[in-house]
Every structure is written in C-alpha cells, then in structure tokens.
C-alpha cells in the first residue's frame, strides 16, 4: 500500500473547522506549521492587487497530512469544501509521493507507521 502526503496552505483562520472535518473523515495525524508567504496576489487584498508591487508575506498555517493514497482524492475534496470562499487567499493544496514512513518508537514502516 503505498503513502502520500498533502500539503495544504491556507490562512490563519481556517484551522479549527479544517482540522475538525480531517478527523471526522478519519484522518488520524497532522503537523501544523505557522509560516508566512503569499502567492500571485503578492500578499495584497483582491481590492488592492493592482497597487502591490511589492511582495508582502502574510501569516499562513502549512498543515501536513500523510495518507494512503487511495484516500488522497477523498481528502483533498473535503479540504477543498473546507477552504473555498472564491475569493483570494483560500489557499493551495500539494500532494506528494511518499517512499516511507518510519516510527522511531517501535520500527513500524510503511501503513503500520501510520496506524495505532
């Protein structure tokens, strides 16, 4: 069975409502990194883009998920459900090949480094 990762970068306040639907979907890790970054829009409000010059970095949350990757397109439609307000900022999603995954605790790779 083999892994994935996805990458999902979205703004700050997206977190709790985003992390609540991945568990009930029964995702069961994550790894939350506060960052900051922009994309196109160079950080500027959708009625500011034509003033941005300048790139500006704004607060962002990276949130990691590793998964079997027959579940990716499950999860990344409901993670797309979760982000969408059509308007600047929702976010980007990235996905990711995984060779594997090891824990350090006991050996376990693979699927079994995932599960309990």
């Known amino acids: 069975m083999?892994?994935?990762?996805?990458?999902?970068?979205?703004?700050m306040s997206k977190l709790t409502k985003l992390k609540k639907a991945l568990s009930d979907a029964g995702v069961t890790g994550?790894?939350?990194?506060?960052?900051?970054?922009c994309g196109i829009e160079k950080g500027?409000?959708?009625?500011a883009l034509d003033e941005n010059e300048e790139?500006?970095?704004l607060p962002k949350q990276q949130i990691n998920l590793?998964?079997?990757t027959e579940d990716v397109p499950?999860?990344?439609?409901l993670?797309?459900?979760?982000?969408?307000?059509?308007?600047?900022g929702?976010?980007?999603i990235f996905v990711y090949k995984i060779d594997n995954a090891i824990r350090v605790r006991t050996g376990d790779e693979g699927l079994d480094a995932l599960s309990h």
Request: net charge negative; proline share 0%; aromatic share 6%.
């Open 90 to 92: 929702d976010g980007k």
């Open 79 to 88: 993670v797309k459900q979760e982000l969408y307000t059509g308007h600047i």
């Open 30 to 37: 994550m790894t939350v990194i506060q960052v900051l970054g």
């Open 66 to 68: 590793v998964v079997k």
């Open 55 to 57: 790139m500006e970095l």
């Open 2 to 11: 083999s892994l994935s990762k996805i990458e999902i970068i979205t703004n």
């Open 44 to 47: 500027a409000f959708e009625y």
């Open 74 to 77: 499950r999860i990344v439609e």
